[in-house]
Nanobody
Framework: QVQLVESGGGLVQPGGSLRLSCKAP????????MGWFRQAPGRRRELVAG???????GYVDSVEGRFTIARDDPKNTVYLQMDSLKPEDTAVYYC???????????WGKGTQVTVSS
């Protein structure tokens, strides 16, 4: 079982910034797409941002222009830089990685992001 380890969540005021990180074991050499979902209380989990193995990013409309996804392949790490945060960004954020010939998706355990004054 592949364990993805997330970090960087916390409490921030509206307009502030946070940077999430998600690291896969460095022994893994075949990682395809990586990205982030989020789930707010009472809502479905939604895709926030993804990045392909060639570095092409994609974002949900609600975060376009505020969030930036990046990956560091030698470190098997994906980042989510979140700027101009809004209360509606409050959620548990989960990272994922599609690994191996079958592109099986693995998940992190989630990190809480709370945007509140």
């Amino acid at each position: 079982q592949v364990q993805l380890v997330e970090s960087g969540g916390g409490l921030v005021q509206p307009g502030g910034s946070l940077r999430l990180s998600c690291k896969a074991p460095e022994s893994i050499v075949d990682i395809h797409a990586m990205g982030w979902f989020r789930q707010a209380p009472g809502r479905r989990r939604e895709l926030v941002a993804g990045i392909t193995s060639t570095g092409n990013p994609g974002y949900v409309d609600s975060v376009e222009g505020r969030f930036t996804i990046a990956r560091d392949d030698p470190k098997n790490t994906v980042y989510l830089q979140m700027d101009s945060l809004k209360p509606e960004d409050t959620a548990v954020y989960y990272c994922y990685a599609d690994i191996g010939a079958t592109t099986q998706r693995y998940w992190g355990k989630g990190t809480q992001v709370t945007v509140s004054s």
